[in-house]
């Protein structure tokens, strides 16, 4: 044991203005033990190494240290015994002294005693060690001035609740369990409610037939698509009169497709195939099917299915079919597939003869599903192209038959030159030079009328209040001279139509080309004639202004050019290098040789239609100032007036300047001798 009698005797001037009666010391009575063991001596707490105040210690205290030491060292090998000892010196704040007796050896040790070590430790301000003993014993350290194993109002007992796993996942599952039942069976409840139309009473399909007594659209109303009406007048036929197709086993087809670009025409006809038949007609487009609910989309098309058995013969029109009948993925969740599989079970769930013709109509047939389109579902595509020639001048008549023209207009004049453009777009022309006449107080429609609203479709819409400089105005019209004269001496170009630096849409000018006749293919030589034509606006400023001086309005043109380079060598197989191969399809699958030598050629291409280019330009320089002088004195020209200014010759037309044109001196003489300011 240590003995501290020299540490009281220390004290002991310190102790003399104090009641001697009220202070006392212990001294162990035990004074032979076979470890060896002294005396041990309270005195004053020594809180983190500094004395802080001399407490009164009454007799019932000191007397119950007594105790306990006297039973500690009779059986230092009894850890409790130590414990309970520690605990009294803490709580009377004798920290030093439960270190001395904890580090002294042959007493006896447990994890509660180490604890109350450490608590001690801290409270002498010997947090390091504090820790040290407290990470080595395992144990978690104690805060500074906390007592172990007492709590209060300002030193809260801090305790940690160690779980097992198997107690954690109980826990969970107490209460994740009736919270899943819950859930299931609401989601089950408000699908039952959704299904029988108890709430949501709006998703119910309505009755989607159309009134055919009221609609006035028959087969003659449909122009140029003679091929595609054919085929549903036979529709037509087996709605009025099935015994003629099944009295020798013929059966007609479910479903028919028809497949085309936009405005061709697709929903007029099956309008027509619904007033010529006069059977009840069920509209709807692919977008209605589905909602924010699962299963609405797979319930509409039963119910759409429905009623139209309930009034058989019938016609079912569904537009956009390609919104529901989209190939499926195996990645897909079931939900994205159920309007689509519910609609192959209707096709399949009833009979050929049953009356029920289906029609779909999408401009996307490459992505419909194949189970969609087998033979036994929509097993006949119908497809409704652009019209040809022919076509545009029915479309034109018809459309005309509601406008007052004047007697100089002729549709066969027009339909030339709108080679490309739908029905659709055609109805829109004459819409538009009708209102363009009302806005002019013309009293009728006449070519001029037309061809505003040709120019106007084709080319853009004129920008007059666009304010423009006269050095930016000239560069357009160099630019635009130079496509022009590329298009009038390029063998296989395809012939002009207008030029103007009236700026239109996103151009500054337009040159534009339309072919005498439809053209379905090109050959090689019509392709290298465009990408000449391309190069054209390029080349014409550099020889105008030099290659320094050259702007970004030949972006699109080179654009384009790369885009005929690149079918060219990737997909017409015109390249002797690369020759007969279709590389477009799977690209990523050549090997990287071939891809770089088709490369090499695209730009070979691009090179020499170049060289060709500025060739051809240098040897028509006089025709390219005139035809550039033309464009800044009239502003926009025709393939007629161009050839005049070309051969010189003066055309009978009025100066015309649209724009705000404002004066810039560059101080600049081009290559051609023309000063810059004009």
Request: glycine share 8%; aromatic share 6%; proline share 4%.
């Amino acid at each position: 044991m240590i003995r501290v009698g020299s540490v009281v005797s220390s004290l002991a001037p310190r102790l003399n203005h104090i009641n001697r009666s009220a202070v006392r010391f212990l001294v162990s009575s035990s004074s032979a033990h076979h470890f060896g063991r002294s005396n041990i001596i309270l005195r004053p707490s020594i809180v983190n190494g500094i004395r802080s105040s001399v407490r009164f210690v009454s007799d019932s205290t000191l007397n119950l240290l007594k105790r306990q030491e006297s039973a500690a060292n009779n059986d230092l090998g009894n850890a409790e015994s130590q414990a309970e000892f520690y605990k009294s010196l803490l709580m009377n704040n004798y920290p030093h002294l439960v270190v001395q007796r904890y580090e002294t050896p042959g007493i006896a040790s447990s994890p509660e005693c180490t604890a109350l070590y450490v608590e001690a430790l801290n409270k002498t301000g010997k947090k390091a060690k504090a820790s040290q003993v407290g990470a080595s014993s395992g144990l978690v350290t104690a805060s500074a001035g906390l007592p172990h194993g007492f709590g209060s109002k300002y030193e809260p007992v801090h305790v940690v609740v160690s779980e097992s796993p198997l107690s954690i996942i109980s826990k969970w599952l107490k209460w994740l369990i009736p919270v899943a039942l819950l859930t299931y069976g609401a989601m089950n409840a408000f699908n039952y409610l959704v299904e029988n139309g108890t709430i949501f009473k709006n998703s119910d399909v309505a009755d989607k037939s159309v009134d055919v007594s009221e609609s006035t659209v028959r087969f003659e109303d449909v122009c140029g698509c003679d091929e595609a009406r054919a085929e549903l007048e036979e529709i037509v036929d087996f709605l009025k009169d099935p015994a003629r197709y099944t009295g020798l086993g013929g059966k007609l087809p479910k479903g028919v497709l028809l497949t085309g670009p936009p405005g061709t025409g697709k929903t007029l006809l099956a309008r027509a195939t619904a007033g010529e038949a006069g059977v009840p007609f069920f509209f709807m487009s692919g977008s209605e099917f589905d909602e924010l609910y699962v299963g609405v989309g797979a319930k509409r098309i039963r119910e759409l299915f429905g009623q139209a058995r309930e009034k058989s013969p019938a016609i079912i029109f569904i537009d956009e079919l390609d919104a529901i009948g989209g190939k499926r993925n195996p990645k897909d969740q079931a939900y994205a597939k159920q309007t689509l599989n519910q609609l192959l079970v209707e096709l399949d769930g009833f009979s050929q003869t049953s009356g029920i013709i289906i029609i779909g109509a999408t401009n996307f047939p490459e992505s419909l599903d194949k189970a969609l389109t087998r033979p036994g579902r929509f097993d006949k595509e119908v497809v409704v192209d652009l019209p040809d020639v022919r076509g545009r001048v029915d479309i034109l008549k018809h459309h005309m038959k509601n406008v007052e023209v004047s007697e100089d207009v002729e549709p066969s004049i027009i339909a030339r030159g709108t080679p490309g453009l739908s029905g659709a777009e055609l109805m829109n022309l004459v819409n538009q030079a009708a209102v363009h006449a009302s806005q002019l107080s013309a009293p009728a429609v006449d070519m001029s009328h037309f061809e505003w609203a040709k120019d106007k479709i084709l080319m853009g819409a004129a920008k007059k209040k666009m304010v423009i400089t006269d050095e930016a105005r000239k560069n357009t019209a160099y630019h635009e001279a130079g496509h022009a004269i590329m298009a009038m001496y390029s063998k296989g170009a395809t012939p002009l139509y207008k030029a103007t630096i009236l700026p239109r849409g996103r151009a500054l000018g337009v040159t534009f080309q339309l072919p005498e006749m439809d053209k379905v293919d090109m050959t090689k030589r019509e392709c290298f004639a465009r990408l000449d034509v391309c190069m054209g606006g390029k080349i014409a400023e550099e020889m105008v202004h030099g290659k320094d001086n050259v702007t970004s309005g030949c972006s699109s043109d080179l654009a384009n050019a790369t885009s005929v380079a690149r079918a060219m060598v990737t997909s017409y197989g015109m390249s002797d290098k690369i020759g007969p191969v279709r590389l477009s399809d799977n690209w990523d699958s050549w090997s990287p040789n071939l891809r770089d030598m088709a490369d090499i050629e695209i730009r070979e291409f691009l090179i020499e239609s170049e060289a060709r280019t500025r060739k051809l330009l240098s040897e028509k320089r006089v025709e390219l100032q005139r035809l550039a002088e033309g464009l800044i004195e009239y502003e926009t020209l025709t393939r007629e007036e161009m050839e005049k200014l070309v051969r010189g010759e003066p055309i009978n037309k009025a100066k015309s300047v649209s724009n705000t044109v404002i004066k810039t001196k560059s101080g600049r003489t081009d290559v051609l001798g023309v000063p810059a300011e004009v």
